[in-house]
């Protein structure tokens, strides 16, 4: 089969696509998966390490061919505050909980989650269910994290450094 071996960002290619996938945030993010475009080309991403492949990125193919990368539309909250530093609290309260966020200026794009939706409007924030591509923030490393939603564990580790201190992110 042939492989997908290397990544361009969508300002290092500009040659006519050999064909197109269309794939969700989640399905963007990989290392090594058999995909199929929408005209058929069958080929194997094979990555050195997972990454979070961005719409408009090019897949390098053995042959020399280049696929498309498209975000899918998913459904997704428009989260709008009453002014920029409400919205600067409010993507404070989504960063505390590690939730993918697409920043776009004036509103904030997270995947649909009606607790959240109900967290933030208590925030006094305006939501709004869309059908849109979504393509968050890529972190302080790089890349994305793996997606996870609102109930999972804030253990939060400390290793090796030998002292013991409140932590509180403030979930209630």
């Known amino acids: 089969m042939i492989r997908a071996t290397k990544v361009f960002s969508s300002s290092e290619w500009s040659q006519a696509a050999a064909d197109r996938i269309v794939l969700d945030h989640d399905g963007r993010h990989r290392r090594r998966l058999a995909l199929t475009g929408e ?3 069958e080929f194997l991403l094979d990555l050195p390490e997972a990454r979070a492949l961005r ?6 193919l053995d042959d020399g061919r280049i696929v498309a990368v498209k975000a899918a539309p998913e459904t997704l909250s428009d ?4 002014d920029g530093d409400h919205l600067l609290r409010l ?3 989504l960063g505390n909980r590690h939730l993918p966020t697409q920043i776009l200026g004036d509103r904030l794009l997270i995947r649909h989650d009606h607790v959240i939706d109900d967290m933030l409007r208590g925030l006094g924030a305006t939501v709004t269910s869309i059908e849109a591509p979504f393509d968050p923030e890529g972190g302080a490393y790089g890349q994305t994290h793996a997606v996870h939603g609102h109930d ?3 253990g939060h580790h400390h290793h090796g450094h030998g002292h013991k201190h409140p932590h ?3 979930h209630g």
């Open 39 to 41: 005209a058929g080309t």
């Open 55 to 60: 719409d408009g990125d090019g897949l390098l």
């Open 79 to 82: 989260v709008r505050g009453k």
């Open 91 to 93: 993507a404070w309260h």
């Open 152 to 154: 999972h564990d804030h």
């Open 168 to 170: 509180d992110h403030g």
